[in-house]
């Protein structure tokens, strides 16, 4: 098994709204990612949990709060978004992170649009 | 600070060969990628290169390194219809906080 699996793969949510989402694998990678892609941009980093400890936040607002119950799962709740909150996120594994972090498997994404 | 540049766009002829362009900046990189993404897709890792490399071949693709000028290549032979996505090169960053960082991706199409 290669894969990640994100759900869902669509949300849309108002600005009061409290979701989440909900991002697993089963490869045993012990470094899982939170990406953010805007329209036409490239993925940008949010969160990296190693071992299941938060690793890199990068100055992520706090309307957005990752969570990683175990090894394979990985959360991202979402509180009070704004609009401009629309994207695609991207849930990332790889079998370390470190200095030498190789491949990332990414999921196909949760699509959220915030009315 | 890291940063990887792409141009943004390439078109070619189905069938002709495909070459897309990245410059990095941060010397350390360990190791450079190519992933593609496709409509509504999440990215897909198609080849990576250690940097104490300077080719490396894969079926249809190519990957050169020249780490001097800190440029990476993607050459795609024989461009199929299904080639048609947008190509990110990313390094990972040898620092010990490590990211792996995208440029901003080379949309290929493809002409019959």
């Known amino acids: 098994d290669t894969e990640v699996t994100q759900t869902p793969k669509h949300l849309v949510m108002g600005m009061t709204n409290k979701k989440s989402l909900k991002c697993e694998q089963h490869m045993g990678h012990r470094a899982m990612y939170w990406y953010k892609q805007k329209a036409k941009k490239p993925p940008e980093l949010m969160f990296v949990?190693?071992?299941?400890?938060?690793?890199i936040n990068e100055s992520v607002p706090s309307r957005f709060s990752p969570e990683c119950p175990n090894s394979s799962l990985l959360n991202l709740h979402l509180h009070a978004l704004q609009p401009e909150d629309s994207a695609l996120y991207l849930c990332?594994?790889?079998?370390?992170?470190?200095?030498?972090?190789?491949?990332?498997?990414f999921g196909e994404g949760s699509r959220l649009t915030v009315l | 600070g890291e940063d990887v540049e792409q141009s943004l766009f390439l078109s070619v002829r189905e069938g002709d060969s495909s070459v897309i362009n990245c410059t990095y900046t941060?010397?350390?990189?360990?190791?450079l990628y190519w992933y593609k993404q496709e409509p509504g897709a999440g990215l897909q890792l198609l080849t990576y290169?250690?940097?104490?490399?300077d080719m490396k071949q894969d079926q249809r693709l190519t990957v050169l390194l020249n780490k001097k000028d800190k440029h990476l290549s993607l050459r795609i032979a024989d461009t199929q219809t299904g080639d048609s996505a947008i190509y990110f090169c990313?390094?990972?960053?040898?620092?010990?906080?490590?990211?792996?960082?995208f440029g901003s991706g080379t949309r290929l199409s493809i002409r019959p």
């Open positions: 941060d010397s350390s990189s360990t190791y």
């Open positions: 949990y190693s071992y299941e400890k938060l690793s």
């Open positions: 290169i250690f940097s104490n490399m």
């Open positions: 990332a594994s790889s079998q370390v992170w470190g200095p030498n972090t190789g491949e990332l498997f």
């Open positions: 990313a390094e990972s960053s040898g620092s010990s906080a490590s990211k792996i960082i």
